[in-house]
């Protein structure tokens, strides 16, 4: 549960942070980041695999370029569904989802599966 709870927290604050850098990305209110923040876990749980999957060809053929192009989507679905968010269009999608993916990315180095902040230390002996 902590887990969950900090990696919600760090998705709430990749939101805010996408919504404060890029002109085309709005968000308003502070239930709406928590909104979105669980919407967007939702997605990324349930639909994004299958997205995933039906478009394997297209993202082997991309080298795995696609995948962008899916997050995008999956960001600007949860846009749509929620009416404090909004995403001026394509280009703010995704990269309002690399962002997003950049903190969320950071933020998994130093936090382990039980939500506990975790440092790898790698010993050399020889």
Not at 17 to 37: C, M, N, R, S, Y
């Given at each position: 549960?902590?887990?969950?709870?900090?990696?919600?927290?760090?998705?709430?604050?990749?939101?805010?942070?996408?919504a404060a850098v890029l002109p085309g990305v709005t968000i308003t209110?502070?239930?709406?980041?928590?909104?979105?923040?669980?919407?967007?876990?939702?997605?990324?749980?349930?639909?994004?695999?299958?997205?995933?999957?039906?478009?394997?060809?297209?993202?082997?053929?991309?080298?795995?370029?696609?995948?962008?192009?899916?997050?995008?989507?999956?960001?600007?679905?949860?846009?749509?569904?929620?009416?404090?968010?909004?995403?001026?269009?394509?280009?703010?999608?995704?990269?309002?989802?690399?962002?997003?993916?950049?903190?969320?990315?950071?933020a998994s180095w130093y936090i382990g599966p039980k939500g506990r902040y975790e440092i790898l230390i790698i010993e050399?002996?020889?």
């Amino acid at each position: 549960m902590q887990g969950f709870l900090l990696r919600s927290l760090i998705t709430i604050f990749g939101l805010w942070l996408t919504a404060a850098v890029l002109p085309g990305v709005t968000i308003t209110g502070t239930g709406t980041f928590i909104l979105a923040a669980l919407l967007l876990g939702f997605v990324n749980a349930v639909i994004r695999p299958l997205a995933v999957i039906l478009t394997f060809p297209l993202t082997l053929l991309t080298m795995g370029l696609f995948l962008l192009v899916i997050n995008a989507g999956m960001f600007g679905l949860v846009a749509r569904f929620l009416d404090g968010f909004s995403v001026a269009g394509f280009w703010s999608a995704l990269f309002g989802s690399i962002i997003l993916g950049f903190t969320s990315t950071l933020a998994s180095w130093y936090i382990g599966p039980k939500g506990r902040y975790e440092i790898l230390i790698i010993e050399n002996r020889r």
